[in-house]
Nanobody, 124 residues
Framework: QLQLVESGGGLVQPGGSLRLSCVASGFSLDYYGIGWFRQGPGKEREGVSCIIGSGGSTTYADSVKGRFIISRDVAKNTVYLEMNSLKPEDTAVYYC?????????????????WGQGTQVTVSS
């Protein structure tokens, strides 16, 4: 059974950092694209960053480029999102999602397997 479990969310002040983790089970990251998505209050769910292909090609939303870093540890079947210089507008529920790597990008509709989400709140 394919499962994704996120952790690492919390409350942080503007300018601070958080590291999210997503542990995958029931499948290997070698063959799946996986990424982070978020849904802020009153907003649609959007792609934040994804890592795809055996070479680990990465994509980032323009709003997080230069601040967030996605990485994966295939041996641990875990993907991470290092979030730096956090802003209030980064406040959202962050979801980990995966699907068989068929050359997708980082669009919500391309992923069929989702975690339960972890809340990130950026506030002073």
């Amino acid at each position: 059974q394919l499962q994704l479990v996120e952790s690492g969310g919390g409350l942080v002040q503007p300018g601070g950092s958080l590291r999210l983790s997503c542990v995958a089970s029931g499948f290997s990251l070698d063959y799946y694209g996986i990424g982070w998505f978020r849904q802020g209050p009153g907003k649609e769910r959007e792609g934040v960053s994804c890592i795809i292909g055996s070479g680990g090609s990465t994509t980032y939303a323009d709003s997080v480029k230069g601040r967030f870093i996605i990485s994966r540890d295939v041996a641990k079947n875990t993907v991470y999102l290092e979030m730096n210089s956090l802003k209030p507008e980064d406040t959202a529920v962050y979801y980990c999602a995966a699907d068989i790597d068929y050359g997708m990008s980082c669009r919500v509709w391309e992923y069929n397997y989702w975690g339960q989400g972890t809340q990130v709140t950026v506030s002073s």
